[in-house]
């Protein structure tokens, strides 16, 4: 142990109640840090987990028809129109979605996709009168490559399901809305178009707005309904690496002449209110951190006070201002990394302990727990605050430490 280091924690013991406040200080500041992220954190990827368990990562719809505008150049007098101008006219639906299917499978970054016929219907279950709702027809096998409807079944059987060209799957707000069970007859009506279907399953995927009108039917049973023989409305697309979604989607619309839209940008609204959240609770609990801080530097500067002759007297006998500023940087360290090593075993142990406790979320995703994300980054994070605020505390004090002369010192203590 340097002799520097030995000096330190002389100084450390001579101050342990102040040092003791201000260690408690950063190890909670720290702990709650970590504690804070990792909720806000587990919370935004459930979401992120739940959209594309629902929606895919991205969708293709309507299809781009090009339009040119034309305005004259009035400068010169016979100079001919400048295209100035384009002009995108979006064409309802996806007209031919089985060739589109192939061309986007053919795309490397692709893991699925699954067409979607949508139209609104009116639900008659005989007991609580017409419902509206959003019907989907869907191929069963496509639409589960692309989604996480099977994880997704509360009640029934998708298989079932799938066995059934009648068979129908509620989502669990409807069902509860209409008083259904599996086996029930329920009518479906699109304009003057009316079918019979049996509920196979009740689904809930955890988003209330879907949760409460989403109704799902084959493909077949859904053009006859709807009386829409061809097309579909979008198609969902999976991806291997959900997070190139952007790219992926200015590619496609190139290409395919598509709109294309990823996930990032159809739940932009939520990722900036996760990301906001997460700033702010980083933000609030670092003051803790800044607290304690200040505490130390208060701690270290009556320091520099109190032993003004002890300092003298290691001046006297050689010790550098290097060394003097080392001493108190030394203090400074042993503070911050005993606090921040205690700060992330404590900030574990509430991470464990807050996923543990039962909490019913029913909304823009559905949780019966809290939600925490197990990240290293967090960590990282509070342990890089904390040193960054603990060693700006400790330095100026080292500092004036240092300017100490000692033969000013005895001068001002012989006069």
Same mark, same amino acid.
């Given at each position: 142990?340097?002799?520097?280091?030995?000096?330190?924690?002389? #100084?450390?013991? #001579?101050?342990?109640?102040?040092?003791?406040?201000?260690?408690?200080?950063?190890?909670?500041?720290?702990?709650?840090?970590?504690?804070?992220? =990792?909720?806000?954190?587990? #919370?935004?990827?459930?979401?992120?987990?739940?959209?594309?368990?629902?929606?895919?990562?991205?969708?293709?719809?309507?299809?781009?028809?090009?339009?040119?505008?034309?305005?004259?150049?009035? =400068?010169?007098?016979?100079?001919?129109?400048?295209?100035?101008?384009?002009?995108?006219?979006?064409?309802?639906?996806?007209?031919?979605?089985?060739?589109?299917?192939?061309?986007?499978?053919?795309?490397?970054?692709?893991?699925?996709?699954?067409?979607?016929?949508?139209?609104?219907?009116?639900?008659?279950?005989?007991?609580?009168?017409? @419902? +509206?709702?959003?019907?989907?027809?869907?191929?069963?096998?496509?639409?589960?490559?692309?989604?996480?409807?099977?994880?997704?079944?509360?009640?029934?059987?998708?298989?079932?399901?799938?066995?059934?060209?009648?068979?129908?799957?509620?989502?669990?707000? *409807?069902?509860?809305?209409?008083?259904?069970?599996?086996?029930?007859?329920?009518?479906?009506?699109?304009?003057?178009?009316?079918?019979?279907?049996?509920?196979?399953?009740?689904?809930?995927?955890?988003?209330?707005?879907? +949760?409460?009108?989403?109704?799902?039917?084959?493909?077949?049973?859904?053009?006859?309904?709807?009386?829409?023989?061809?097309?579909?409305?979008?198609?969902?697309?999976?991806?291997?690496?959900?997070?190139?979604?952007?790219?992926?989607?200015?590619?496609?619309?190139?290409?395919?002449?598509?709109?294309?839209?990823?996930?990032?940008?159809?739940?932009?609204?939520?990722?900036?209110?996760?990301?906001?959240?997460?700033?702010?609770?980083?933000?609030?609990?670092?003051?803790?951190?800044?607290?304690?801080?200040?505490?130390?530097?208060?701690?270290?500067?009556?320091?520099?006070?109190?032993?003004?002759?002890?300092?003298?007297?290691?001046?006297?006998?050689?010790?550098?201002?290097?060394?003097?500023?080392?001493?108190?940087?030394?203090?400074?360290?042993?503070?911050?990394?005993?606090?921040?090593?205690?700060? /992330?075993?404590?900030? =574990?142990?509430?991470?464990?302990?807050?996923?543990?406790?039962?909490?019913?979320?029913?909304?823009?995703?559905?949780? +019966?727990?809290?939600?925490?994300?197990?990240?290293?980054?967090? @960590?990282?994070?509070?342990? /890089?605050?904390?040193?960054?605020? *603990?060693?700006?505390?400790? @330095?100026?004090?080292?500092?004036?430490?240092?300017?100490?002369?000692?033969? +000013?010192?005895?001068?001002?203590?012989?006069?």
């Amino acid at each position: 142990m340097s002799t520097n280091l030995k000096i330190a924690l002389r #100084f450390l013991l #001579f101050k342990k109640r102040a040092m003791l406040m201000t260690l408690s200080g950063i190890i909670f500041g720290v702990a709650f840090f970590i504690l804070t992220q =990792a909720q806000t954190s587990g #919370f935004e990827q459930f979401f992120i987990r739940t959209i594309l368990g629902t929606d895919s990562a991205l969708r293709v719809s309507d299809r781009i028809q090009m339009t040119v505008a034309e305005r004259a150049i009035t =400068a010169s007098g016979n100079a001919p129109p400048i295209v100035v101008e384009t002009v995108r006219k979006y064409i309802e639906g996806v007209e031919y979605p089985i060739e589109l299917k192939k061309a986007i499978r053919a795309m490397p970054e692709t893991t699925g996709v699954a067409e979607v016929l949508r139209g609104s219907v009116k639900l008659d279950s005989n007991m609580r009168g017409n @419902y +509206d709702a959003q019907l989907f027809g869907i191929n069963i096998k496509e639409f589960s490559a692309v989604s996480n409807l099977e994880g997704q079944i509360i009640s029934g059987s998708l298989e079932e399901f799938g066995k059934s060209p009648q068979g129908i799957l509620l989502a669990s707000r *409807v069902a509860i809305r209409v008083n259904a069970r599996i086996g029930d007859v329920l009518n479906l009506t699109a304009g003057k178009t009316t079918q019979r279907f049996t509920v196979m399953g009740v689904f809930e995927t955890g988003v209330g707005d879907i +949760d409460k009108v989403r109704v799902i039917v084959h493909t077949n049973a859904a053009r006859s309904l709807l009386n829409r023989p061809f097309g579909a409305t979008y198609l969902q697309v999976a991806l291997e690496d959900p997070d190139t979604a952007p790219a992926v989607a200015r590619r496609m619309q190139e290409a395919f002449r598509h709109r294309s839209v990823p996930w990032q940008e159809s739940e932009k609204v939520w990722l900036e209110v996760f990301r906001m959240l997460r700033f702010s609770s980083a933000i609030t609990v670092s003051t803790i951190i800044l607290v304690s801080a200040l505490g130390m530097f208060n701690t270290l500067a009556m320091l520099v006070i109190e032993k003004t002759r002890e300092i003298a007297i290691l001046r006297s006998f050689g010790f550098s201002k290097r060394d003097v500023t080392s001493i108190f940087l030394w203090l400074g360290w042993l503070v911050i990394t005993l606090g921040t090593t205690l700060g /992330c075993a404590v900030g =574990a142990l509430l991470t464990w302990a807050t996923g543990s406790i039962p909490l019913r979320i029913r909304g823009i995703f559905s949780t +019966d727990h809290f939600i925490v994300s197990w990240n290293l980054s967090h @960590y990282a994070a509070a342990v /890089c605050t904390a040193v960054v605020v *603990v060693f700006i505390a400790s @330095y100026f004090p080292a500092r004036r430490a240092a300017l100490i002369e000692p033969g +000013d010192i005895i001068r001002g203590a012989s006069s």
